[in-house]
């Protein structure tokens, strides 16, 4: 069994225990809880053991970096004033609203359902707060009320807004997620991720040279890597997880979880590409990195020989940067491409994806 396995998660009030002959549920308090063993109210679905309850707690803007690029060297510096650009053309594949998922079982929809409940524990809190300050000094009796019943609309709102997913995966597939896992630090150690959201060419001779000789235009936006998991999710595993803007990727043990804002889908793996390779981008100097390798310099307005245009005063010398390159594909739509300043991460990554043991 994997380190990052636990044998027991919260979600709210509850208590989610995994052992050999299923799950088991509690509730209650420090010296007293009740609860029901592996024989009670559970749905067992999915291959290697993926548990999850039905339900819980009831009835049933982007902030953009722009840059401009050519398959061997792209920009990060603005763009010339006045100079016309190339239109750019979307490049972040399928949204998760439109994807159909494909990993199976009900856990999308248990995920749709705990991200679309309200929750009451602010509104209890701001009514409280009001009603206290509105008759001092019979508020305080108010606000000695409200704190049993905001605790109680506390764990309320996170048991019903929570799915649960108990993992108990074993040989092949166990250490597989274990080598995911751990290689997941070359993302989280990289010290800048950027996803690519759009993309155009560079139509006319001024505007390469006025765009340092690049011969593409990309729009990227900060990523961030962690083993945080969705909001929405309690699960017994650490979830990587690669984020960028209102969206985010989530690696399970057998299926990658996609959300836009507070929708869910998923993608299986065997409908899942993932391919690396390297970039270079044009940064200004005070831009790079400090884990990513400089390979030369250009200039913002350039000759066709490379020499700086001596037309322009301000002519800025920039730095060309090597980046790592990872891009995550499905056939149904789903297409992420990702740029680490950390050299081998993609690959690390990659590699790893590709070797998840079939399914049997």
């Not at 799950?23 to 548990?51: E, K, L």
């Not at 690396?276 to 307005?301: K, M, N």
């Not at 800025?316 to 789903?334: F, I, K, P």
Request: glycine letters at 12%; proline letters at 5%.
């Amino acid at each position: 069994m994997g380190f990052y396995i636990r044998k027991s998660v919260k979600a709210g009030p509850f208590r989610f225990n995994l052992s050999k002959s299923g799950i088991g549920v509690s509730t209650g308090v420090p010296g007293f809880r009740v609860g029901s063993g592996p024989r009670g109210n559970y749905v067992h679905a999915g291959r290697h053991g993926v548990y999850y309850r039905k339900s819980l707690g009831g009835g049933g803007t982007r902030s953009k970096r722009r840059g401009t690029g050519r398959a061997d060297s792209q920009q990060g510096s603005p763009r010339a004033a006045g100079a016309p650009g190339p239109s750019l053309r979307d490049a972040t594949g399928v949204e998760a609203l439109r994807l159909e998922p494909t990993g199976g079982g009900d856990v999308v929809d248990q995920l749709n359902e705990a991200a679309a409940r309200r929750g009451w524990f602010w509104p209890a809190v701001a009514l409280f707060a009001i009603v206290g300050l509105v008759t001092v000094p019979l508020g305080l009796l108010a606000w000695l009320v409200a704190i049993p019943v905001c605790w109680w609309l506390w764990q309320r709102d996170r048991a019903r807004g929570t799915a649960v997913v108990m993992y108990d995966v074993e040989d092949e597939l166990d250490e597989w997620f274990d080598a995911l896992v751990g290689n997941w630090a070359w993302l989280t150690g990289s010290e800048r991720i950027w996803r690519v959201v759009a993309e155009g060419a560079v139509a006319s001779a001024g505007q390469w040279k006025s765009r340092a000789g690049a011969t593409s235009l990309i729009d990227r936006e900060p990523a961030r890597a962690s083993l945080a998991g969705p909001r929405h999710l309690t699960s017994n595993v650490v979830v990587p997880t690669l984020a960028a803007g209102s969206s985010a990727l989530y690696f399970l043990p057998d299926r990658v979880l996609v959300r836009d804002g507070k929708h869910y889908t998923d993608v299986a793996y065997e409908h899942l590409a993932s391919m690396a390779g390297t970039t270079t981008f044009i940064e200004q100097p005070s831009a790079v990195p400090g884990d990513a390798r400089e390979t030369g310099s250009t200039w913002q307005h350039v000759n066709k020989d490379g020499s700086p245009d001596r037309r322009f005063r301000h002519n800025a010398r920039l730095a060309v940067v090597q980046y790592d390159q990872w891009r995550v594909r499905s056939t149904h739509g789903l297409d992420w491409r990702i740029q680490v300043s950390r050299d081998g991460a993609a690959r690390a990554i990659s590699t790893t994806l590709a070797q998840r043991p079939a399914p049997s």
